[in-house]
């Protein structure tokens, strides 16, 4: 009886499988290297999801090359909405912390305000860096979209923000190795989900466009 073959070893697929992780590894570095600014920390997590799904999964281009292209075109981008970001965070995590502690009767009520409102921020969080590495639209649209996507498939949502919620948790905890490995991970995975809701939006290129997100499935 002829042994069958590991699909895993066939026409290559052990090698092509390495090299995604080798580059998904990559990535994962430049990422890290990217954020060392702090106010940058969104502009390379848009080259992040940028370049992990078109080098790593579909396989276009150079992982590092692509990477510093999206970094450098959205550099300003980026760092506005990181920063805002990051002060609306402040704001209403004081916010709550000063409602918690104070004895005002209505002090439940608005700690449970802040902690919706914290939950929106984490929610237009999680989609617009992805959002603003695909589309190149004014700055009002590109809220609006956020909050449309991030509505709109809720429970992707909600997968996105325990997902990276958990990435943070483990890499403070963990060991550098783990800082190294977890990220790429995640990112990885959250392109499936990403790309899921973006094909809603995203229009089919031109014959005379690049269309590399529109190749191989869209799932």
């Known amino acids: 009886m002829k042994k069958k073959k590991n699909p895993v070893f066939a026409d290559g697929k052990l090698l092509d499988l390495i090299n995604k992780v ?23 997590l848009t080259a992040f999801y940028y370049a992990m799904i078109k080098s790593v999964r579909k396989d276009r281009g150079y992982p590092a090359k ?8 959205n550099i300003l981008k980026g760092t506005a909405y990181t920063v805002v970001i990051v002060l609306l965070a402040y704001v209403l995590l004081l916010n709550r912390y000063t409602f918690l502690l104070s004895s005002e009767n209505a002090r439940e009520l608005m700690v449970i305000i802040y902690d919706v409102m ?18 190149d639209i004014p700055v009002g649209r590109t809220i609006l979209l956020t909050f449309t996507i991030a509505a709109r498939f809720f429970y992707f949502t909600i997968v996105l923000i325990a997902a990276w919620v958990l990435t943070v948790m483990l890499c403070w905890k963990l060991s550098v190795g783990f800082t190294l490995l977890i990220p790429p991970f995640v990112c990885y995975f959250s392109t499936y989900i990403i790309e899921r809701a973006f094909k809603k939006y995203t229009p089919k290129p031109s ?10 499935d869209q799932d």
């Open 22 to 44: 080798g580059n998904a590894l990559l990535v994962g570095i430049l990422f890290i290297l990217g954020c060392i600014p702090v106010v940058t920390a969104g502009t390379s």
């Open 66 to 73: 692509e990477f510093w292209r999206s970094y450098k075109k």
């Open 118 to 135: 914290l939950v929106f921020l984490a929610s237009f969080t999680v989609w617009i860096f992805p959002v603003i590495s695909r589309f």
């Open 207 to 216: 014959d005379r466009e690049d269309g590399w997100y529109y190749e191989g």
